[in-house]
């Protein structure tokens, strides 16, 4: 069974930065594809970043794209996400997920196993 916990989350002001870590055990990690996704106030929960279980392949929201990296150590087995640039519209909780079989899913059913997530709060 594979658990996945989120650290990282914090209060920050716009125009900040922080840095998100999953911590992935149970299996061997660089089997699994993973994922970045957020669920902000009264909205569904949104794709943000996956990565390949090498890390040779990433991809990002459109929306996202040159403010956030995800990028993984399969010797810790962690996958980070570096948020720079931060807004108050990136407030939410941030999950983190595993998928053994899909890279690149950017939907939450392609997701196998997904951690508790993490409260990411941008002030104005």
């Known amino acids: 069974q594979v658990h996945l916990v989120e650290s990282g989350g914090g209060l920050v002001q716009a125009g900040g930065s922080l840095r998100l870590s999953c911590a992935f055990s149970?299996?061997?990690?660089?089997?699994?594809?993973m994922g970045w996704f957020r669920r902000a106030p009264e909205k569904e929960r949104e794709f943000v970043a996956t990565?390949?279980?090498?890390?040779?392949?990433?991809s990002y929201a459109n929306s996202l794209k040159g403010r956030f990296t995800i990028s993984r150590d399969n010797d810790k087995g962690t996958v980070a996400l570096q948020m720079n640039s931060l807004k108050p519209e990136d407030t939410a909780v941030y999950y983190c997920?595993?998928?053994?079989?899909?890279?690149?899913?950017?939907?939450?059913?392609?997701?196998?196993?997904w951690g508790q997530g993490t409260q990411v709060t941008v002030s104005s």
């Open positions: 997920a595993a998928s053994g079989t899909v890279y690149g899913g950017a939907r939450v059913n392609e997701y196998d196993y």
């Open positions: 149970g299996r061997t990690f660089s089997n699994y594809n």
């Open positions: 990565i390949s279980g090498t890390g040779g392949s990433k």
